[in-house]
């Protein structure tokens, strides 16, 4: 499956964005869908994940409560709902996906097997 992420810019703190993830290829219900994110100077890290038609959720501690994940099996798009966004929330943010992944793995860079080109948020304060 090829991604493509859209949506990021630039927002005050305290403001919103949605950032949408658009799949090609098939079988689209059958993936578990993530978002990652990785800051200047810092490793690529866990912020949501959706499981295949299960529709089951994942959150880092940082999103839980201001981020929502989501997806449209029908559009093959995932959507990552980002509000009440803090300047450290400022990163390149990744679509990813992957197939046969089980709850404890879905938080795993190494689990999804392909990736979008990344759209960069910028959040000022």
């Known amino acids: 499956v090829q991604l493509q992420a859209s949506g990021g810019g630039l927002v005050q703190a305290g403001g919103s964005l949605r950032l949408s993830c658009a799949a090609s290829?098939?079988?689209?219900?059958?993936?578990?869908m993530a978002w990652f994110r990785q800051a200047p100077g810092k490793e690529r890290e866990f912020v949501a994940a959706t499981r295949g038609s299960l529709f089951s959720t994942y959150y880092a501690d940082s999103a839980k409560g201001r981020f929502t994940i989501s997806r449209d099996n029908a559009r093959n798009t995932v959507h990552l709902q980002l509000n009440s966004l803090k300047v450290e929330d400022t990163a390149v943010y990744f679509c990813?996906?992957?197939?046969?992944?089980?709850?404890?793995?879905?938080?795993?860079?190494?689990?999804?097997?392909?990736w979008g080109q990344g759209t960069l948020v910028t959040v000022s304060s």
């Open positions: 990813a996906a992957g197939q046969r992944l089980i709850a404890s793995t879905m938080t795993l860079g190494t689990s999804y097997g392909s």
């Open positions: 290829g098939r079988a689209f219900s059958t993936y578990s």
